[in-house]
């Protein structure tokens, strides 16, 4: 599959390593070109307050946000997926070598430990990167 000419990317967070951070790495690692997209944490709390955030826009009511757009037809259908774990999960099937085992071809038991494994390690960026956040809100409201 030919990525890089018949799909643009386009991957929305905020400018700070998060849950977006594998992601971002598995795009840079593939050679895929892609757009990011920042959005600052005080025009999310904007967009948020006026009702910007809606599901047609961040379909899980948060970032990271991928919009894949498909090129290769005349119609260039769009589509949105939230949630870095099923991000990761589309972008390793579309970015994978042919012949390539991907996890979907590998037995269920395997799949749902190694999904507790992404979702824990994800859990743990996202708990410091807010630990981190409340340390400095304090410190600046102190």
């Not at 990271?64 to 259908?77: A, G, I, N």
């Amino acid at each position: 599959m030919s990525t890089s000419t018949s799909y643009h990317i386009h991957i929305t967070y905020f400018p700070i390593r998060a849950r977006c951070e594998p992601v971002l790495l598995l795009l840079a690692d593939s050679g895929i070109q892609f757009e990011y997209e920042e959005i600052p944490l005080v025009k999310w709390g904007r967009m948020k307050k006026t009702g910007k955030v809606t599901p047609a826009m961040f379909p899980s009511g948060g970032v990271p946000v991928l919009r894949v757009t498909d090129k290769s037809s005349e119609k260039r259908s769009e589509f949105l997926l939230g949630e870095t774990s099923a991000i990761l999960s589309y972008l390793e099937e579309i970015l994978a070598p042919p012949g390539a085992m991907l996890n979907k071809d590998l037995p269920l038991q395997t799949r749902v430990r190694t999904q507790m494994i992404k979702e824990g390690s994800l859990f743990f960026t996202n708990r410091v990167w807010q630990l981190s956040v409340e340390k400095v809100l304090k410190s600046h409201c102190d």
